[in-house]
């Protein structure tokens, strides 16, 4: 299951991405949307079941009496969103993958603003400009339903999933659209020999999946997982832990042969109809109220650390140090070589 593999110069500009995200769908603003009334903050790619977003942004309007709904978005097709409104801007704040960041700088589609108490998190995880800040990180791991698996073991590592055994049970979102997708196979590539200039590893990876019947999703799909129709979805740590609370028969596996941690970053839409508001959100998220409700959806706050109840329901530390960090610009500077190579080589 060999393939040669062709690298393209990572060069590619944000407009080309921007154009082969536009099938993607779903780009209009949340339903029942209004804009510069001074009620309201949009938040692009915020879905309720994704963390603890739905709590987040409910606890911002009974603090402020400002309306945020949720937006079931991706970061592609908020990009792509972002790009086809610059005229004409809908959404005020924007949250997507790291891998997101050079390219929403490159669109010109944020602003800088740097929220009250991001100068706290460190240099590395946001632009020096205050385009965008990380505002928590999550980890790649396995949310395996145990009561759906036909009788099969607990995966516990990448090559597990290529068994016979797991033949349609494992699922995760498609990487041309998803940043979560797309740092999934950037985990796996690393974790079976590959660098962020050679996909070679990973694409024979994620071919070898296919073959056996994996499939992959545009949208956030952990509701898959609590009902069985995907046991095995490969997604964030923090999504898996949620699902347990909820009462699902759910494990969170670190894959043994490695993963990757993912920082999600925030910034202030350039043009903002309701850009008061928005400034408002982001403070709120930088704030200790607002790092403790993402921590309390099991995304690691970017300032303090997780509280001790949360971090006593968590997989051990000696699990997470199987998850690395990586120059997180150039993962993003290499997205549409890896896009090219995936539709080509990969493909569903």
């Known amino acids: 299951m060999s393939h040669r593999h062709t690298v393209i110069p990572a060069t590619a500009t944000a407009a080309a991405l921007a154009l082969a995200l536009t099938s993607c769908g779903n780009v209009a603003a949340p339903e029942g949307t209004a804009t510069g009334d001074g009620e309201i903050v949009i938040t692009y790619n915020s879905p309720t079941e994704w963390g603890n977003y ?3 942004l409910s606890t911002f309007t009974e603090r402020t009496g400002i309306q ?3 937006d079931p978005k991706n970061s592609g097709q908020a ?8 005229g004409a801007p809908v959404a005020d704040v924007a949250y997507t993958g790291i891998a997101f960041a050079e390219q929403l700088t490159d669109a010109e589609v944020l602003q800088d603003y740097i929220p009250e108490g991001a100068d706290q998190v460190s240099d590395d995880l946001r632009d020096p400009d205050g385009a965008w800040t990380t505002v928590h990180t999550g980890t790649i791991a396995f949310i395996v339903n145990e009561d759906h698996l036909d009788g099969a073991p607990v995966p516990t590592g990448w090559e597990d999933l290529l068994e016979p055994e797991y033949e349609g049970l494992v699922g ?3 990487p041309t659209q998803a940043a979560v997708g797309y740092s999934v196979a950037t985990a796996a590539n690393l974790a079976l020999g590959g660098t962020l200039e050679d996909w070679g590893p990973g694409l024979d990876y994620l071919d070898g ?3 056996n019947g994996a499939s992959t999703s545009a949208q956030t799909a952990t509701a898959k997982v609590a009902q069985g129709e995907i046991p095995i979805l490969i997604d964030t740590d923090f999504n898996g832990y949620k699902l347990r609370d909820e009462g699902a028969d759910v494990s969170v ?9 993912i920082p999600y970053i925030v910034g202030l839409v350039a043009g903002a109809p309701n850009e008061d508001n928005g400034r408002e959100l982001l403070d709120f998220y930088f704030s200790e109220e607002g790092q403790g409700l993402f921590a309390a959806g099991y995304m690691r706050p970017v300032i303090g650390d997780l509280p001790e109840d949360v971090a006593e329901r968590v997989l051990p530390d000696e699990d997470y140090e199987r998850a690395v960090t990586i120059d997180y610009i150039e ?3 290499r997205q549409q070589e890896f896009i090219e190579l995936y539709q080509d080589e990969v493909g569903f």
Do not use: F
């Open 54 to 56: 739905g709590r987040v």
């Open 68 to 70: 945020a709904p949720n």
């Open 79 to 86: 990009l792509a969103a972002l790009q086809a409104e610059k």
């Open 172 to 174: 995760y979102l498609d």
């Open 209 to 211: 999946l296919k073959e």
């Open 253 to 261: 596996v670190i894959p043994e042969e490695g993963s990757l941690q």
């Open 331 to 333: 993962q993003g500077a």
